[in-house]
C-alpha cells in the first residue's frame, strides 16, 4: 500500500553514463528493476521512462515514504526532497526521512533495523 525510496533517483536525466549501472542492477537489484540488455540500452538513450518525478501527480495520491541521505554520493538527496516537495500536498501520506551518515542506502537497507521503523508510515 506504499511506495519507498531507498535513496532512489527520482529523475535519471540528471545521472551521466547510466549504462555503467546496469551489471549492478543486473546482479544486485533483480527485484528492484526486472530488465533485460535491451531495455537498459532503450532507458540508457532516453527513450524508456523510469523517471518517478514524470508521474508525480499519481504519486501524489499514493503512500511514500523517502528515504535518503545528504551525505549521498551516488544519487544526490536533492532528487529524493524536489519529489517528496512536488506530491507532497497530495491525497495520500508522505513522510521524508532524513539521515546524516555520508552513506547511499541500497536494497540490503531494507531489512536495517536502524532504518526500517522510520519506513513505516
Not at 552513506?103 to 526500517?116: M, P, S
Amino acid at each position: 500500500t506504499a511506495v519507498v525510496s531507498l535513496a532512489g533517483p527520482t529523475d535519471y536525466r540528471k545521472h551521466k553514463g547510466l549504462f555503467s549501472y546496469y551489471p549492478r542492477w543486473l546482479k544486485g537489484w533483480k527485484n528492484t528493476w526486472r530488465t533485460n540488455k535491451s531495455c537498459w540500452k532503450n532507458f540508457d538513450k532516453g527513450s524508456i521512462d523510469l523517471n518517478a518525478i514524470d508521474y508525480a501527480d499519481v504519486l501524489a495520491d499514493k503512500n511514500v515514504v523517502f528515504a535518503h541521505d545528504k551525505g549521498d554520493a551516488d544519487v544526490e538527496f536533492s532528487q529524493s526532497k524536489m519529489l517528496y516537495d512536488t506530491i507532497k500536498n497530495g491525497s495520500g501520506k508522505h513522510k521524508l526521512l532524513v539521515f546524516n551518515e555520508g552513506v547511499h542506502f541500497g536494497t540490503d537497507d531494507f531489512g536495517n533495523k536502524r532504518i526500517l521503523k522510520e519506513l513505516m508510515l
